[in-house]
């Protein structure tokens, strides 16, 4: 997949190392947390490296789109949680689909609150 334009990207120190995290990254992501093929709807695995990344990538009519999670070491104790969007949006329908999802700041939103559901998910598993 070419290279696509940067969105944006979140970050949240979660009170878990970063097994842990990767563990909760997974279980949140993956319908099955011990295939990485299993990634939501509309994903692919684009690329991992276990602890430190999970990259996926996908496209639609309206949009080509790149979603990674990289995990660093705040310290022993403490992960910095990562998601980095890419996406490109062609054509006047991929106009006004930027305007829905990332104009009105609801991709913002998502994937706070998807941080938000990994970190206590790395706290307190399942």
Request: positive net charge; contains cysteine; charged residues 25%.
């Amino acid at each position: 997949m070419e290279r696509l334009p940067y969105i944006d990207e979140h970050s949240r120190v979660i009170n878990a190392d970063r097994a842990q995290t990767w563990a909760a990254l997974l279980r949140t992501t993956c319908k099955n947390p011990d295939d990485l093929n299993t990634l939501p709807r509309g994903f692919e695995l684009d690329e991992a490296d276990p602890p430190s990344l999970l990259a996926m990538k996908g496209q639609h009519w309206f949009s080509r789109y790149a979603l990674t999670f990289r995990l660093d070491e705040a310290d022993p104790a403490h992960t910095r949680l990562t998601a980095i969007s890419h996406a490109a949006f062609p054509g006047i329908h991929g106009r006004i689909y930027r305007a829905l999802v990332i104009d009105s700041r609801m991709h913002r939103l998502v994937v706070r609150d998807m941080l938000r559901r990994i970190a206590v998910m790395a706290v307190h598993p399942a």
